[in-house]
């Protein structure tokens, strides 16, 4: 137990009412309750969330640069290419994945894009989906969309179930259109020929052109989807991110999960109220769902110590939210450290290389078959990629 908390009457704690019809309603003599006096860890995940929302920044600027230092043909002021904007090529780097369980070599178009994926895959199997609440860009914006909307409504706008299931499992869909697209049907040569196509190597190129150069369509869409998440707090994450999806899966394998004890439980319902993944966290002793995100709002809210805490289910012991907090950052930053220092980050596509694509770049699209990729690299012949740096 907790050193920090001390006993007391459940009468004269203060907050819900819910505790005081539970005596009442029993008649039963009030059991004595320890009172919580953790500190909330919210402004410390609020803290991580920014932080990595900044280096995103960051590594945008820096591509900016980049870019412009190929628009210029090499004219301009030379700007490194940042290797951390692969973290937004989910696809390249799945494939990538799946070309190194095949092959059992790291593709070197984009190292990083592998590397960051396995870290968010890793970080899911000890710490469920801990990514999307602690460190993902999307799910900082999200949440501020949602926080927005609740000061708007003065409360949770929740979809109705019948609206809600089918809502949520888009995500599923897409994610196994990918998985179906990639891991069944193609093999290893057909993998290899799209990593090492033209189209992958500026993938990233193209995705700054996406944002840069955003068409009417590609805003409304966003537009629409920045004015649901307003009302419907997390919408994005929530029912169309395949990357939510598929840590969705893996997080069933993490074993660390909220745990409540429904002995000293009040049954105040404050951890379901602040749950965002809507979670009946106040019904269940362990929460299974594919939504928690480990954002230990809950466990923060729970008037009464040790009551909901992260337990892992294999020692059965508690683990501390701030070392849940160190745990998650630590994974991710371990594991793409690690990448770093053994020279699977840079790619060894050279500038001038880019250069000479970034003439193309118009007539690189989406190679759906081998004709296109064979056409693509007749068009490009003579850039190959090069073995990571080491
Ligand atoms: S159950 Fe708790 S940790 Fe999981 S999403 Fe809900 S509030 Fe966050
Ligand atoms: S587990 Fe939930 S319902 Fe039980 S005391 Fe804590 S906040 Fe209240």
Redesign the pocket.
Known sequence: MNESNHQVDKRQSPG?T?QLHSGAQTGMAKPKVVKNRQKPIQKWRLAVQIAFALLCVWIGIEFHFFVKYLESGGTAAYSERPPGVEGFLPISSLMSLYYFLLSGEIHPAHPAGLVILVAIIALSIVFGKAFCSWLCPVGLISEALGDLGEKIFRRRLKMPRWLDYPLRSLKYLLLAFFVYAIFFSMGRLALQAFLDSPYNIVADIKMYYFFAQISQFALIVIGILVLLSIPFRGFWCRNLCPYGALLGITSFLSPHKIK??PV?????????LKCPAFIK??KVKTVWSDECTSCMS?VD????AD??EVKSLITRKPVHKRWTAIATVGIFVAITGLGMLTGYWQNRVTTEEYIHHQQYLEGYGHPTDAEGLGRMHEQSPQVPVGAPQR
């Open positions: 819900s819910a409540r004890d000293s439980c009040i049954d105040c319902g404050k951890c379901a966290v106040d809950c809210v729970c008037p009464v009551t909901l």
